[in-house]
Structures are given as C-alpha cells and as structure tokens.
C-alpha cells in the first residue's frame, strides 16, 4: 500500500500525528504543578490547540484575544441568512495536514473537496490570460501551451531538488533519506528566490518568457503564484513536496468551526481536573481581553497584562500572535528574548492578501450557455484585478457564494484603501470582460463582505512568506522551545503559530509549532514524555533543522 504524503518535515521529520494520536498522552507533569496557569497570547488554532493540550496535562491555560476569537481561521456570517458564510482566512486544507485533521476529525466536523481550479470539484474552470479566455475542466481540455508549463515545472523540481526522491522519504518517514535530501537543498536555495528556480532552470530555459508568465498566473494546484516569486525557494518546496497544493478540502460550517468545538470540547481523558471539564469553563467562559504588556517578575514568574490594566502572574506564557505584534501592540519586555531572536521576530516578513465576497440567491453558474452547452461561469483564474474567482454551492434552498476575488501581494495592495463597495464595482467589471452575458449584480443579496489582513493592528499581514536569506531567523524561532541552553532570563516564553512555522499560509504550520510550545511547557514546568512517546523536544537534537554556517 502507498503511504500518503503528509507534512513530516522535511526540516524537522518528527511525526507530530503520531505524537498527539498515542493513546497515553503527550506526557505526565508533576502534581505540584496541576493546576498552575499559563498564559496563552491568541485564539487563533495554535494558541487554542496549545491550551488543550496543556489543559488535558493538568494546566489552567488562560487564554488573551485582541480581536476575534479563531484568528485567522474567521468564518464570516453574511447577514440575513443561516449558516452562509465567507472564509476570511484559512479555507481549503490539504489531507496532508494530518495534525491539523486530527482535531477535525476528533470534532467530527465533516469536509468536502474544495474548488479548486480544474479539479472535479469545480466542475468547470476559466483561464483568462491576456485578454483570451480558456474553458476546460481538466489540464488535457487546455491548449499544449499549458501542459508544456506543468511538465517544465514537474521537470524543474526532479532536476533542481530531487523532488521524487524527497516526497518518497516523506512518505516512507525516512528522517535519515529526508535529511540526506534536504539539507544540501537548504544551504543551496535559502538564498535564492522561486523566480530563479524557474527562470534558470534548463526546462524553462527551453521555453518562452511566455511559459514563465503562464507559470505565474496558473501555476500548480492553487494558481497566483507569481506573488510568492520574490520568496525564498526553500518555502515553495515544502509546499510542493508536502503536497499543501493538492487534495484540499474545505470545512463544512467554516474552518472557524475548529478553534470553536475545541474551545468547549471536553476530553476524553485528561488529569487534575475533573471529567467534562473544558478551556472555555477553565477560562471562566470568555478569553482576557488582548495583552499590552508582558514582563519578567522578581519571583521568576512572567506577568502578563491586559488591555483593562488587570496584571497576572504566570509560569509560562506562549505567544502565539504574529511577531511584529510583540513590538507594535504589547509592551514586550526586551531581555524576555536574545538579540539574535528579536532579529528573526522583527525580519520576519508577512505577505499581503485580501478577499471580497458576495452572497447570491442561487449557484447560477451552473446554468447552461444554449450556444456552447458550457457553465455560464466558472471558477476563474486570471489576470486580471480579481486574480482568483472561487464559487460556492451550498446546496438547495441556500444561498449560495461567490469569492469575487482572491488576491495577495500587489494585487491586494491595489485595492487596500478602497471601501467594500469599491471592491465589489472593480471585481464585477473585471469579471464583465471575462464573461460579457452574465449578470451577476442581478443575483447578489445583502451586503458584500472584504477582508484585508494587512489592514487589522491584530495581524499587519497575511501570513509569512521568507525571503532569500532567511532560514537562518526562521531556524531561531522555530527552534525557540527547547531552552534547556538559555540563560534563566529567557526561559518560560514561547513563541507558536505561522510566522513561526515552516509552513506559513499553511495552518499544519500552525498546528505543528503549537505542539512544540506544548513540549517546551512541559518541560519547563518539570514534566516528562513519556518513554514510548517521545516529544519534539526530545526528537530536536536528533531531528532538529540543519543549522547553517553563520
Ligand atoms: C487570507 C489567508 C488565507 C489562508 N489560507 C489558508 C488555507 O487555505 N489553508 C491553510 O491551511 N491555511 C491557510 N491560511 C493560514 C492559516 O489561516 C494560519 O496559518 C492559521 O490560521 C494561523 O493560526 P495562528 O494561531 O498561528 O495565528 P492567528 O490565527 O493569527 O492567531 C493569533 C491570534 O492572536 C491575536 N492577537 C493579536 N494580538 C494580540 C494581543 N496583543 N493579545 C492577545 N491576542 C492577540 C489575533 O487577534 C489572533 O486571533 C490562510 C491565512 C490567511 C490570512
């Protein structure tokens, strides 16, 4: 039997599925410490994730929330109607995110194919380039041109980075194999951009400029890709080998639905506290307001205020907001973190990303052309304002969705300072061209809904995207949970989620560095793993990222 690629590694191969599906636990505390508190900076998957866990080792994790609960996972009601709702952030998952459907599938929150370009799911796709528009419903419906791009990059991939090989050890868990890939690869490309992989790789040296810039706008899987060209290559390969691109569903209900059900879920089994006993209870049934300042008290203990001015003091504190936040948004004390840390947090750099939809009475797409028997409408990539048109059937007697457009990066910049309306005129008038006969502002209802991650003092950016040269920050922060070699002045804050993670834009990532923060805490607050459980931190001298020469 094959087995499945899921995101083990390939910088750190340590099998986080494994480690949170092992019956026993993730570990055992001592009784002295049940019941102490750690603080927990952010509602989003990795800070609620985090307080589960450590609540079901015996901890009261309090958690601190700026804005809205779920963070990047925001499933928004459109207005007037049941359950219709616009993923804001976080909406088409990977199967190969296996932490992250742990928790799905333990909240028995159902998922469905996403719509993604020329996949079944979509049923029909557009590919408008250059003013010329193309219909299929599979790559072979599409002129030679395109096929030509996907095999260039398939090609690019086997000759630059092994990439069969790689994903075969992904699939296997063979750490060793991995690492024997991987690393030349990271010392090779960490400097280097995804534009230069494919502009100086022989198979598109055979090619046109053409070829690139069809590239750009389809790409693999998700298509927008030529907003991550100035990225560092190593980014796009984990994506790639890891399979983020492909087999992607969305969460039924919402993605939000996650970080909610596991706020008020109780476990089956956890210690020190009694059975049915859930975060939301613990936290007294709503999260503290947002932190503004974070400090280390004589006692050794770390105080973390809120935005009311009430002060706590707490054993641990894990920080799961976006880094930049750590500066703008709370008074963080400095000596909390190294210099050479504080360079990684503060370089890190955030992409831009903004969505606009609307809400329409019926899935009209669907409909019939009479001339041509095709969809009038179909789920689009171009490149044109909108880049990304995605299109949601939500089944009978519901109203249906349309994300109008889906855009990062200069695209998203264009529309920033606009109102949603705004948004919503240029969206239609790109999607005029593209298909003249459809009138779509005669089926939306109520009001439009728009997004701009950049735009929220909660956030300052999408989500991380590195830049040449930057494995080195992302090696200090990954790496930040195991301080057994840190002075006493920087031990007991922890760091989780995207900007942390390997994999940001992803929310495995998310999911991943949230389980570190778990181990690190454990072992802070003098806990064990257990022997035939190891924890990452155990795992970490072995596994841990190569670390290259500085
Ligand atoms: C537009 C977009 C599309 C995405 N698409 C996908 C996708 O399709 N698939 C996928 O797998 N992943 C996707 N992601 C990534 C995924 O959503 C994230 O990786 C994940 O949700 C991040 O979780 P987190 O807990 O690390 O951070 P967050 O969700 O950002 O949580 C951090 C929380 O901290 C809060 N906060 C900030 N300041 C403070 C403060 N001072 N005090 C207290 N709280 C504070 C914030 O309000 C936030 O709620 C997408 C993200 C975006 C933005």
């Given at each position: 039997m094959?087995?499945?690629?899921t995101?083990?590694?390939?910088d750190?191969?340590?099998?986080?599925?494994?480690?949170?599906?092992h019956?026993?636990?993730?570990?055992?505390?001592p009784?002295?410490v049940?019941?102490?508190q750690?603080a927990?900076?952010?509602?989003?998957?990795?800070?609620?994730?985090?307080?589960?866990e450590?609540?079901?080792?015996?901890?009261?994790?309090?958690?601190?929330?700026?804005?809205?609960?779920?963070?990047?996972?925001?499933?928004?009601?459109?207005?007037?109607?049941?359950d219709?709702?616009?993923?804001?952030?976080?909406m088409?998952?990977?199967i190969?995110?296996?932490?992250?459907?742990?928790?799905?599938?333990?909240?028995g929150i159902?998922?469905a194919p996403?719509?993604?370009?020329?996949?079944?799911?979509?049923?029909s796709?557009?590919?408008?380039?250059?003013?010329?528009s193309?219909?299929?419903?599979?790559?072979?419906?599409l002129p030679?041109?395109?096929?030509?791009?996907a095999?260039?990059?398939?090609?690019a991939?086997?000759?630059?980075?092994?990439?069969g090989?790689?994903?075969?050890?992904?699939?296997n868990r063979?750490a060793?194999?991995i690492?024997?890939?991987?690393?030349?690869?990271?010392?090779a490309?960490d400097?280097?951009?995804?534009?230069?992989?494919?502009a100086?790789?022989?198979?598109?040296?055979?090619?046109?400029?053409?070829?690139r810039?069809?590239?750009?706008?389809?790409?693999?899987?998700?298509?927008?890709?030529d907003?991550?060209?100035p990225?560092s290559?190593?980014?796009?390969l984990?994506?790639?080998v890891?399979?983020c691109?492909?087999?992607q569903?969305?969460?039924?209900?919402g993605?939000?639905?996650?970080?909610?059900?596991?706020?008020t879920?109780?476990?089956?089994?956890?210690?020190h506290?009694?059975k049915?006993?859930?975060?939301?209870?613990?936290?007294?049934g709503?999260?503290?307001?947002?932190a503004?300042r974070?400090?280390?008290?004589?006692?050794g203990?770390?105080?973390v205020?809120?935005?009311?001015?009430r002060?706590?003091?707490?054993?641990?504190v894990?920080?799961?907001?976006q880094?930049h936040?750590l500066?703008t948004?709370?008074?963080?004390?400095?000596?909390?973190?190294?210099q050479?840390?504080?360079?990684?947090?503060d370089?890190?750099?955030?992409?831009?990303?903004?969505?606009?939809?609307v809400?329409?009475?019926?899935?009209?797409?669907?409909?019939?052309?009479p001339?041509?028997?095709r969809d009038v409408?179909s789920?689009t990539?171009?490149?044109?304002?909108?880049?990304?048109?995605?299109?949601?059937?939500?089944g009978?007697g519901k109203?249906?969705v349309?994300c109008l457009?889906?855009?990062?990066m200069?695209?998203?910049?264009?529309?920033?300072?606009?109102?949603?309306e705004r948004?919503?005129?240029?969206?239609?008038?790109?999607?005029?061209?593209i298909?003249?006969d459809?009138?779509i502002?005669?089926?939306?209802?109520?009001d439009?809904?728009?997004?701009?991650?950049?735009?929220?003092?909660?956030?300052?950016g999408?989500?991380k995207?590195?830049?040449?040269?930057?494995?080195?920050?992302?090696?200090?922060?990954?790496g930040h949970f195991?301080?057994?070699?840190m002075?006493?002045?920087?031990?007991?804050?922890f760091?989780?989620?995207?900007?942390?993670?390997?994999?940001p834009?992803?929310?495995?990532g998310?999911?991943?560095?949230?389980l570190?923060a778990v181990?690190?805490?454990?072992?802070?607050?003098?806990g064990?793993s257990?022997a035939?459980?190891?924890?990452?931190v155990?795992a970490?001298?072995?596994l841990?990222?190569?670390?290259l020469?500085?």
């Open positions: 094959t087995r499945p690629v995101v083990f590694g390939p750190f191969p340590f099998a986080y599925d494994d480690w949170i599906r019956p026993a636990g993730l570990g055992t505390l009784d002295s049940h019941g102490v750690v927990i900076i952010g509602a989003g998957a990795a800070g609620v994730i985090a307080g589960y450590l609540m079901r080792l015996g901890v009261q994790p309090i958690l601190f929330e700026a804005g809205q609960f779920g963070g990047r996972l925001r499933s928004q009601p459109f207005e007037g109607a049941e219709v709702i616009a993923e804001l952030g976080g088409r998952f990977p190969s995110s296996t932490g992250f459907f742990h928790y799905v599938d333990m909240l159902e998922s996403f719509p993604n370009p020329l996949t079944p799911a979509a049923g796709t557009v590919i408008d380039l250059l003013g010329q193309h219909y299929a419903r599979t790559l072979d419906d030679p041109l395109f096929r030509e791009v095999q260039a990059y398939d090609r991939l086997e000759d630059g980075a092994n990439f090989a790689l994903k075969q050890a992904i699939r063979d060793a194999r690492k024997g890939i991987w690393n030349p690869l990271v010392a490309w400097e280097r951009t995804f534009y230069d992989f494919v100086s790789s022989e198979a598109f040296q055979a090619l046109s400029f053409h070829h810039e069809v590239f750009g706008q389809v790409g693999f899987g998700t298509g927008g890709w907003s991550d060209f990225n290559m190593l980014e796009i984990r994506v790639n890891t399979e691109d492909d087999h569903r969305y969460l039924i209900g993605a939000e639905r996650m970080p909610r059900q596991l706020w879920h109780a476990p089956e089994m956890l210690v506290w009694p049915g006993t859930t975060l939301c209870a613990l936290n007294g709503a999260t503290r307001s947002g503004v974070i400090r280390r008290l004589a006692s203990q770390i105080e205020t809120d935005q009311w001015g002060a706590d003091a707490f054993d641990a894990l920080a799961t907001c880094s936040l500066s948004q709370i008074d963080t004390e400095e000596a909390l973190f190294a050479e840390l504080w360079m990684a947090l370089r890190t750099r955030y992409m831009q990303a903004a969505k606009t939809f809400m329409v009475d019926r899935p009209f797409w669907k409909d019939k052309d001339a041509t028997g409408m789920m990539l171009t490149d044109r304002m909108t880049r990304g048109t995605y299109l949601f059937d939500n009978p109203p249906s349309m457009s889906y855009s990062w200069t695209d998203a910049l264009k529309v920033l300072p606009l109102p949603v948004r919503v005129d240029l969206a239609l008038s790109a999607l005029k061209q298909y003249p459809v009138d502002r005669s089926h939306i209802l109520g439009p809904i728009t997004v701009s991650w950049e735009a929220d003092q909660n956030f300052l999408a989500f995207g590195a830049l040449p040269g930057h494995y080195r920050y992302n090696h200090r922060m990954f195991v301080q057994d070699d002075p006493p002045a920087e031990r007991g804050i760091i989780a989620g995207d900007g942390v993670s390997w994999t834009a992803w929310v495995e998310a999911v991943q560095t949230s570190n181990a690190g805490i454990i072992r802070h607050l003098g064990t257990l035939d459980n190891p924890c990452p155990d970490f001298a072995e841990g990222p190569v670390k020469r500085d």
